[in-house]
């Protein structure tokens, strides 16, 4: 997990992001509000999604070392029940994110538990849990902003850390990729680099050299913006042409389109 973030860092994200989302939600006029980046749902789906989705992941990391999907975080997350009132729902969300607070900063960073993404390059324990419950977050954060009309960018030090996250935990897999091998690079204005490379053998993702310079080993599209624009466009909230596109474009449009095996 190739990330300068430790778990106190993360556990800090998290609390910054929550309440930034707690904000916006208190200054929604309505929670019937449709959110244009998550289609079909309103603004109470999205409270409900990321409250109750703090709650599954503090019970997963709480039962430790598991090889399927605790039955007890299942049927919590199923039967999770959001207050209407205001006053309440700000207390549901802050309990919720202190209690996925509580079990991270109890298992400590190294301890395993069950995670969706165990064909990837993520590993599947605590700060891998921390790591994404920070971009989960900030990007419905997001949403919540855009949703009331007034989007603001990712903190820089959420999205550097975005883009290499995405990269090594939702794209990366052991799955075939089925058409011609590739390679995409990502280039963060004034940070980072990194190569995703799809093959027969799935997809492996690594930070390039500063510069983002490979010599005569090009990549086949190159995406570049700033880490928030990446990341906002990695969860397809913001199209391509939001950000400098070099090579083929059709390459991105089949890695959005595919469905590896799990």
């Given at each position: 997990?190739?990330?300068?973030?430790?778990?106190?860092?993360?556990?800090?994200?998290?609390?910054?992001?929550?309440?930034?989302?707690?904000?916006?939600?208190?200054?929604?006029?309505?929670?019937?509000?449709?959110?244009?980046?998550?289609?079909?749902?309103?603004?109470?789906?999205?409270?409900?999604?990321?409250?109750?989705?703090?709650?599954?992941?503090?019970?997963?990391?709480?039962?430790?070392?598991?090889?399927?999907?605790?039955?007890?975080?299942?049927?919590?997350?199923?039967?999770?029940?959001?207050?209407?009132?205001?006053?309440?729902?700000?207390?549901?969300?802050?309990?919720?994110?202190?209690?996925?607070?509580?079990?991270?900063?109890?298992?400590?960073?190294?301890?395993?538990?069950?995670?969706?993404?165990?064909?990837?390059?993520?590993?599947?324990?605590?700060?891998?849990?921390?790591?994404?419950?920070?971009?989960?977050?900030?990007?419905?954060?997001?949403d919540v902003q855009v949703a009331l009309g007034g989007p603001r960018a990712l903190p820089e030090d959420v999205a550097l850390d975005g883009v290499d996250e995405f990269l090594s935990t939702c794209c990366a897999t052991t799955s075939a990729w089925p058409h011609q091998p590739a390679a995409f690079d990502f280039h963060a204005v004034g940070g980072a680099s990194w190569r995703l490379t799809v093959d027969g053998d799935g997809a492996r993702s690594r930070r390039l050299?500063?510069?983002?310079?490979?010599?005569?080993?090009?990549?086949?599209?190159s995406v570049g913006g700033t880490a928030g624009d990446l990341v906002l466009y990695l969860y397809d909230r913001v199209p391509s042409n939001s950000l400098r596109i070099d090579g083929d474009p059709e390459l991105l449009d089949l890695l959005r389109a595919w469905e590896p095996e799990e």
């Open positions: 997990m190739a990330t300068t973030l430790d778990l106190s860092d993360l556990l800090r994200l998290i609390d910054e992001r929550s309440v930034a989302f707690r904000s916006a939600v208190a200054s929604a006029p309505s929670l019937d509000a449709r959110v244009p980046t998550c289609p079909e749902w309103t603004l109470s789906d999205l409270v409900r999604h990321l409250g109750g989705g703090d709650r599954f992941w503090a019970t997963i990391v709480g039962t430790g070392p598991s090889d399927t999907l605790p039955e007890r975080a299942a049927a919590e997350r199923a039967a999770v029940a959001v207050p209407h009132e205001r006053e309440a729902l700000s207390a549901w969300l802050a309990e919720s994110t202190g209690l996925l607070l509580s079990a991270l900063r109890e298992a400590g960073p190294e301890r395993g538990c069950w995670t969706w993404w165990g064909a990837s390059q993520s590993p599947q324990n605590a700060a891998a849990v921390a790591r994404h419950r920070v971009q989960e977050t900030a990007v419905h954060t997001y050299p500063a510069g983002g310079a490979e010599g005569r080993d090009r990549a086949g599209v």
